[in-house]
């Protein structure tokens, strides 16, 4: 029977937190959950933690609370059937007249072109199967261990063949054109995997979608022909590197001999191309799976057959097919999946809304955020980077104050305030040679700062009192008491016109009220408008070397929030990779080519939290239905 590690434990140990909408158990009466506890109890018990098994039983207050979390559940799935209901017909509706046509084009009703080749490989997505690169990790010493025949090296390199095999091949005569084929066989192989680390798969996932599962065949071959694999071969190597050869001149995709033609048959077929010539390599066959020529030549012909089979057929009605295959993992997906456990930082939309926000096209998402990438000192020094959040996070006044007051303190030169008299003293002891003191307002703005705040958004009192001087330098003078002092304060008065007249200056407190709103509102500190808070993560990045990939720590931002053009023109980020998840924003700042790749990433990160897959093929006919106008199309 089925079960997993949490049905088993809590069967037997402990059923665990009970939640509702993402969190514990809200209080339903006043200040706690149920009559059962007393007033503000924040105790596991009163929260809906359950510590019984179901083996042992729940108590009432347990059971009651498990019903909560249950019955969420319930009413989640019943509103969810309908709304992705709903969805999967949208995408139906949008791409039902989308099919291959016979020129091998994907076009609508209209004839409007949506893709040139389907999937980019012209391929049909149910022979398509994962397999795997295994030479893209190898580092030179391994990868010549498995590639590299040396004929120099006489019997002892090629004790894997037949003696009337080795004696052809190392007849003095022949040898060296031998050698200079498995020499230009092995150069390629380099230039393969060179080309793939650093082109195709910088990313370092050895995993592929290809079509013609070479593993199997393999196996296949080797049970059909019963190849004993202790025994030498017949196979020459210099006849495996012929058929390779053949063969690849045979998987077209693309027919036609002009320069465009050409173009799109190499882009369709060198990914199939580089994993052909690496599993059937001539030292591979004829050492590792020991094919005799019978089996070898039975091999290369299933091969092309196969791949021709694999080729979508014209007329097939691929809109649909795609518009199901994105469909039904939605049904799938529970409707409100509450974020990353623990990490309230990258608190992110997914499941059905999330989905229901791409395809909307919505122009106000509800967790709008950037994933900002640093480049140079900050990516590896968590100080640096987080001088460069500091200077990010949008801050105002507001932010770091802890309190404010409005006093009426008419001794300009002290103060009846005690712990701010020290510092007024000592200020007006040195007044700066531009105050005059006879237009100084008698009521005084006093605002305390958190030193905390302070400290953290690396804020010093100079930063501020600088830049209440630029916004009002003419109406406020502010003085401020030192960093190290026991309380942050600033002291703001107003500097009134000396021609004013008596009356005039009574309204001073109220006019200050006015300037304490303004100032704790509208004066920004530091950073950027619209990024609200900045979190700091620690990444693994991987880069493709000449000895495999290698990745390094480092550090990124994501935020709450998004202005992505102001962002991108901060000196610390690498705005090759800086994105946004609004796909509006994206098209807006990249391009409608931009906006197409951040469509494409935000519906598979959406499908794939789940532990689904769709095939890259259906998400691209999606993606380019919504963007092939040249603009944003909801579906």
Known sequence: SKGSFI???????????????????????????????????????????????????????????????????????AIKTAST?????????????IMLRYDGTIRNSMGDVIQFLYGEDGMDGTAIEGQKLKHLKFGPKKFEEWYRIDLEQGLKELRFLKAAVTKEILEPDNRLNYQRELNEEYERLLQDVRRARTEIIANGDD???????????????????????????????????????????????????????????????????????????????????????SAFNWVVEEISNKFHKAVAHPGENIGVIAAQSIGEPA???????????????????LGV????????????????????????????????????QCSLEWTTLHHVTKQTEIHYDPDVMTSYIEEDRDFVEGYMSMPDEELELDRLSPW???????????????????????????????????????DNAKHLVLRIRILNDPNATQEYEADDD???????????NKLILQGIQGIRKVALRDIKRTFPTDKGYTTENEWMLDTEGINLIEVLQHDDIDHTRTTSNHVPEIVEVLGIEAGRNALKHELKSVIEFDGSYVNYRHLAILCDVMTYRGHLMAI
């Open 7 to 77: 049905n088993i434990s809590q069967m037997t140990a402990c059923v665990g937190q009970q939640n509702v909408e993402g969190k514990r158990i809200p209080f339903g009466f006043v200040n706690r959950t149920l009559p059962h506890f007393t007033k503000d109890d924040q105790g596991p018990e009163s929260r809906g933690f359950v510590e019984n098994s179901y083996l042992r039983g729940l108590t009432p207050q347990e059971f009651f609370f498990h019903a909560m979390g249950g019955r969420e559940g319930l009413i989640d799935t």
């Open 85 to 97: 209901g709903y969805i999967q017909r949208r995408l139906i509706k949008a791409m039902e007249d």
């Open 207 to 293: 995993n592929v979608y290809l079509p013609v599962h070479f593993g199997r065949l393999i196996e296949n071959a080797v049970k059909k022909f019963k190849i004993d694999r202790t025994e030498p071969t017949d196979l020459s190597p210099l006849h495996v590197i012929k058929k390779i050869k053949e063969l690849e001149q045979k998987v077209v995709v693309v027919p036609g001999a002009d320069a465009l033609s050409a173009q799109a048959q190499e882009n369709a077929t060198t990914l199939f191309k580089i994993h052909l010539r690496s599993t059937f390599s001539s030292k591979q066959v004829c050492e590792k799976y020991r094919l005799s020529e």
């Open 331 to 349: 049904t799938q997906m529970t409707l409100n999946t509450f974020h990353y456990a623990g990490v309230s930082a990258k608190n992110v939309t």
């Open 353 to 388: 809304p999330r989905l229901t926000e791409i395809i909307n096209i919505a122009k106000n998402i509800k967790t709008p955020s950037l994933a900002i990438y640093l480049k140079g000192e900050p990516a590896r020094d968590r100080e640096k980077a987080k001088e460069v």
């Open 444 to 482: 005084v703005l006093r605002i305390e700062l958190s030193r905390d705040m302070m400290v953290d958004k690396q804020i010093t009192m100079s930063d501020v009192g600088q830049k209440i001087e630029e916004s009002f330098s003419d109406d406020l003078t502010c003085i401020f008491s030192d």
């Open 510 to 520: 109220q006019f200050l009220r006015k300037i304490e709103v303004h100032l704790l």
